[in-house]
């Protein structure tokens, strides 16, 4: 059973720049979809950016889009998050998923990080 595991979180200040990385501890096979989401504190989880494991294919949430980045090193079986111009109402846990649909729904991943928060000070 594959796991994943979440890292880069912290706190920033408004302005500023993490890279989250999100690790996968079995093979992601090429029909891998990988999903960034985030939640806030008593919010429903929404999407972030997803990629495909077996091509360079993403697609953005509109709210992120320009500002973050995702990428995949294979060779490290890991998805990475470049979040640059954070914002305050960046801050939240960021979760990432594995799925096999290229879709911004949570429900479509099967395979979650337990998460790492970022925290954007204004």
């Known amino acids: 059973q594959i796991q994943l595991v979440e890292s880069g979180g912290g706190s920033v200040q408004a302005g500023g720049s993490l890279r989250l990385s999100c690790t996968a501890s079995?093979?992601?096979?090429?029909?891998?979809?990988v999903g960034w989401f985030r939640q806030e504190p008593g919010e429903a989880q929404t999407f972030v950016a997803l990629?495909?494991?077996?091509?360079?294919?993403?697609l953005y949430a509109d709210s992120v889009k320009g500002r973050f980045t995702i990428s995949r090193d294979s060779a490290k079986n890991t998805v990475y998050l470049q979040m640059n111009a954070l914002k305050a109402e960046d801050t939240a846990v960021y979760y990432c998923?594995?799925?096999?649909?290229?879709?911004?729904?949570?429900?479509?991943?099967?395979?979650w990080g337990p998460g790492t928060q970022v925290t954007v000070a204004s």
């Open positions: 079995g093979r992601l096979y090429s029909s891998s979809v």
């Open positions: 990629t495909r494991w077996s091509r360079d294919s993403t």
């Open positions: 998923a594995r799925g096999s649909q290229y879709s911004r729904y949570p429900s479509d991943y099967n395979t």
